[in-house]
């Protein structure tokens, strides 16, 4: 079920997204007729959605998939690289953050939290050094962003849950505060748009110092688990 969970990704002119099941974990579909460009992988997927992240010159598709994290070619879904990142049930669902120092941010809830992996290339190679994991840091389904050095977003599963700000560099908790439920982040002209899952829906500054809110509403009534959508000025949101 979990293939079915995830967004697609565009390349080109075709359209890669998980599937599962023995060599196609993840496939691509021609665009204009929906014929099968390529499938590939035999690792567990999940509802993570893939990225497409640029290493020196080479396009390449990540897949946070059920236990692993695995690089691809988006043009022939030839696996690159594989690195553990197991929760314990196949619950994985954020899109990895990728930044140009060319780490790579994954987090999860449940046992193994967050890690970050340094990628280069050598040749046709790509080498994957895990920097840190942290099972204690866990931002569970509601999407966190990078911006610069950090990692912003909301560090709790089942209980409490406390915005945080993290050096991706280091995992370490720069600070963390109370106020807000799990919630999806959108960062836009220097300031992050807050939705969290109680309806409740802010503007904000969050720095590496702390978090400062500008501004703050109740929207809905009900559990609120999609994130929002920015077009111009107008913004997009929607509850269960």
Known sequence: KAGYGCSPVAYLDTIICSVGGPGQSVMAFRQSDGAVVWKSGDFLI???PP????LDGQTQLVVLGGG???GLDP???RLLWTHPHDPGNDFNFMAPLWGDDHILFVSSGYKTGSRALQLTRDGDAT???ELWNDPRVQF???NPIRVGNHVYGTDGTF???FMTG???RTGEAMWQARGFARASLLYADDKTIIMDEDGDLALARLTPDGMTVLARTSLFETVAWTAPTLVGTTLYVRDR
């Open 51 to 54: 990225v497409l992240i640029d």
């Open 68 to 70: 692993t994290v695995n």
């Open 127 to 129: 080498h994957v050094e």
């Open 159 to 161: 209980g409490p849950a």
């Open 46 to 48: 999940s509802e993570a």
């Open 140 to 142: 569970m389904f509601l």
């Open 75 to 77: 043009a022939t879904g």
């Open 166 to 168: 993290l050096d991706v």
